[in-house]
């Protein structure tokens, strides 16, 4: 069963998220091939042959392709899907934005979010903010699955390297959007979706200062990336870019730190697959607590200084 796995990355390096779904890959079938889709992507399809458990690695390099437009590469994965059974993308933003056209140009239904393979027709996803599991069985040629790679381990780099193939990236370039900017904040910490330590700030942090003035800190003490709540986020205490649950990035680090957050469902579905949760909160009824590791019944302002001094 012909597996293609579309590799998500900079144009400089491999993210690990492309190892986590090669891991779900790995569960459905052996021959597994890698897309590098990008401009002067040398370096990263040279990552990308390293991996334990593929066959090949594809390579399409034109500057159409190095901003992962959507129309751009789905039509180049749609080019190459009559040689393979599954198509497969982490369900990151890129993942999320181009597979659900591959399913739509190839007519057939997408399977979001897996988080377990049944076998290989079979998969398990999240429903309901993850408060229910729905198994669903595809009956469709070809499946198109993005996978929740929180729920799988990343694959390692093996001493062999499977083959690099360039391919002919053909008329890559749509026409039909553009790229015109891309405005990165600067950020020296860790980048959330693979932070090993998470300290999340809620709405009872009060203000965007205070979020900064006690989160910020600790995070730096634990080498740690910062996180938040929706209802932080939506106060304007963070930027949108460092929400955490189902509406924002779904995490799952070794370490995550509820700082005042109540511990909502939609929040919960984005973090509660962390190894460790540590939760702070006045309220000793919060749901969070019944998720968490460890739990602090506190003010967060009297509690976090002393951590930090204990670091």
Do not use: W
């Not at 891991?23 to 597994?32: K, L, T």
């Not at 509820?258 to 697959?273: E, F, P, V, W």
């Amino acid at each position: 069963m012909p597996i293609l796995l579309f590799a998500e990355h900079d144009n400089a390096t491999l993210s690990e998220q492309t190892a986590k779904a090669l891991s779900a890959a790995s569960q459905i079938g052996d021959d597994i091939d890698i897309l590098v889709a990008g401009a002067g992507v040398g370096a990263v399809d040279e990552q990308a042959s390293k991996l334990s458990g593929i066959r090949s690695v594809l390579v399409a390099d034109s500057d159409a392709l190095a901003n992962h437009l959507a129309e751009n590469a789905a039509d180049l994965i749609v080019s190459l899907a009559g040689d393979y059974d599954t198509i497969v993308a982490a369900a990151t933003a890129n993942g999320k934005n181009i597979l659900p056209r591959v399913a739509a140009l190839l007519d057939v239904m997408q399977v979001s979010e897996v988080m377990e393979v049944v076998d290989a027709d079979t998969f398990k996803r999240p429903i309901y903010a993850g408060n229910a599991i729905e198994v669903v069985q595809s009956t469709d040629a070809k499946k198109v699955l993005t996978i929740r790679t929180s729920s799988f381990g990343a694959v390692e780099a093996g001493d062999s390297t499977a083959e690099i193939k360039s391919i002919d990236a053909g008329s890559a370039d749509s026409g039909k959007s553009s790229f015109l900017e891309n405005i990165l904040s600067e950020n020296d910490r860790p980048e959330l979706g693979s932070a090993k330590i998470i300290v999340s700030g809620g709405r009872a942090l009060g203000s965007e200062e205070k979020f900064k003035a006690v989160i910020t800190p600790l995070a730096d003490k634990l080498g740690a990336a910062v996180g938040a709540s929706r209802a932080a986020v939506d106060a304007g205490y963070a930027p949108n870019d460092l929400q955490v649950g189902q509406t924002g990035k779904v995490v799952a680090p070794d370490l995550y730190i509820a700082c005042g957050i109540s511990g909502a469902i939609q929040h919960l579905a984005g973090m509660k697959d962390s190894k460790i949760i540590v939760a702070i909160n006045t309220d000793e009824e919060a749901p969070i607590f019944q998720v968490a590791d460890y739990g602090i019944v506190g003010d967060l302002f009297d509690i976090l200084p002393q951590l930090e001094n204990q670091l």
